[in-house]
Structure formats: structure tokens, C-alpha cells
Nanobody, 117 residues
């Protein structure tokens, strides 16, 4: 059974930093793409960042160099380093893992990030 476990959310002041982590397990084939999405109250879920097995990355337009996604492929673990956080970054952040071989994907339970003074 595939399982994604997230950690690292919390409360931070504007301009501060947080590091999110997500570990995926339960797939003998590993995962093709992994990434982070977020959803703020009353808004649609949006892409934050994704990373492939070859470590090719893609970021949402709003990131503008503030976030960095990284991946430990053998451990099926990703990290999201978030710097220069803004109040508008407040949201629930969800980890996602895709398997192209089965054309499926999985979601974590979400971790709350709150940016406030």
C-alpha cells in the first residue's frame, strides 16, 4: 500500500523559512514524479513544485526563486526549502507522487503552513 508521510509545516513570521519533507513508501517500482501542491481556504489546489527521477524541476509562477525542491531518489523522499515566506503562502501543502508505469498518483494528508506576524 502506497503511503506518503509529510512533515515540517508550522507557523513562521513573514520573511522566515520552513523546510517540508515527504517520504513515500509501498511501491516496488518507485515513483516517477514527486512534488508539492498547496490549497488555501476558498482557492483551488495549485502547483508549488515538482521534481522528476532525473531531478528536473518545475515551479509555480508565484515561487519566483524563493523555494527549492530536492529529491533523494533511492529513499523516495523529497524536500521543499521555502525562504522569504509571505502571508499569501499560507495554505495546506500536499505531497504528491506519480507512477507513470501504472498511470496513478497518490497524495499525502497535508501539512499546514501559516505565515503570520
Amino acid at each position: 500500500q502506497v503511503q506518503l508521510v509529510e512533515s515540517g509545516g508550522g507557523l513562521v513570521q513573514p520573511g522566515g523559512s520552513l523546510r517540508l519533507s515527504c517520504s513515500a513508501s509501498g511501491s516496488a517500482f518507485g515513483f516517477t514524479d514527486m512534488g508539492w501542491y498547496r490549497q488555501a481556504p476558498g482557492k483551488r489546489r495549485e502547483l508549488v513544485a515538482t521534481i522528476t527521477k532525473l531531478r528536473s524541476t518545475n515551479y509555480g509562477d508565484f515561487v519566483k526563486g524563493r523555494f527549492t525542491i530536492s529529491r533523494d531518489v533511492p529513499k523516495s523522499t523529497i524536500h521543499l526549502q521555502m525562504d522569504s515566506l509571505k502571508p499569501e503562502d499560507t495554505a495546506v501543502y500536499y505531497c504528491n507522487a506519480k507512477r507513470k508505469i501504472f498511470d496513478d498518483d497518490y497524495w499525502g494528508q497535508g501539512t499546514q503552513v501559516t505565515v503570520s506576524s
